[in-house]
């Protein structure tokens, strides 16, 4: 597609539900990277995957986050059991990985509200 | 301390104006900078890059990095209500892969 696709594009979500967020990268691009932004903040790093493998997954807050990336284009990222404090924007990026210059193409994010 | 300092304004500019912003950092290793703009309930979208120090020039978009005094700058010219948004600074150390953002600051260029 012409950009990164993100779905849904807002979630409620009751304390305790599970959640998935859907990210359609630009065709083509290895790299995939998952970031999440609360609100007044930047984006804080969540994981980045290099076609299906997950080569760093450092900033996930706990084991209830999961992302995958089966087929090395679409990606998910699961978030269990919610919390309130994980109420806040995930943006899904994705990068050819060939140009550095050429940053990241970032999606329009799906908000999360944890009720 | 965040890695990452940028001040979150708002700031208000009358249209016309130079606009300065600026985030500082902590970690001597980063190497590769770089400024986006984001849009209201949009995805940051690059708007600047720059490997080490030095200016870099883009039409009205200048960046700056001064990594002896871990400073970086974003320069626009002849601001215009369209610059309206919040700017966010990002950089990294040698792993391109990962990115650490400013807390972004908020422009209002006013007609």
């Known amino acids: 597609g012409a950009g990164v696709s993100q779905s849904p594009r807002y979630k409620v979500a009751k304390r305790g539900q599970d959640v998935a967020l859907r990210c359609d990268p630009i065709?083509?691009?290895?790299?995939l990277f998952w970031y999440q932004q609360a609100l007044g903040q930047g984006p804080e790093f969540l994981t980045y995957?290099?076609?299906?493998?997950?080569?760093?997954k450092s900033g996930l807050p706990s084991d209830r986050f999961f992302a995958e990336r089966p087929e090395g284009s679409v990606s998910t990222l699961k978030i269990q059991r919610t919390q309130q404090e994980d109420s806040a924007v995930y943006l899904c990026?994705?990068?050819?990985?060939?140009?550095?210059?050429?940053?990241?193409?970032f999606g329009s994010g799906t908000r999360l509200t944890v009720v | 301390q965040k890695e990452v300092e940028q001040d979150p304004g708002p700031l208000s500019v009358p249209e016309g104006a130079i606009v300065s912003l600026n985030c500082t950092y902590s970690n001597s290793a980063f190497q590769y900078f770089m400024w986006y703009r984001q849009y209201s309930r949009k995805g940051p979208e690059l708007l600047m890059y720059t490997y080490s120090s030095g200016n870099k020039e883009d039409g009205r978009f200048t960046a700056q990095v001064d990594k002896s005094s871990k400073y970086i700058s974003l320069f626009i010219r002849d601001s215009q209500p369209s610059d309206s948004a919040t700017y966010l600074c990002?950089?990294?150390?040698?792993?391109?892969?990962?990115?650490?953002f400013g807390s972004g600051t908020k422009l209002n260029v006013k007609p």
């Open positions: 990002a950089m990294s150390a040698g792993n391109f892969n990962k990115f650490y």
């Open positions: 995957f290099q076609n299906e493998a997950q080569l760093d």
């Open positions: 990026a994705s990068s050819s990985g060939a140009v550095v210059s050429d940053g990241y193409t």
């Open positions: 065709s083509g691009h290895v790299s």
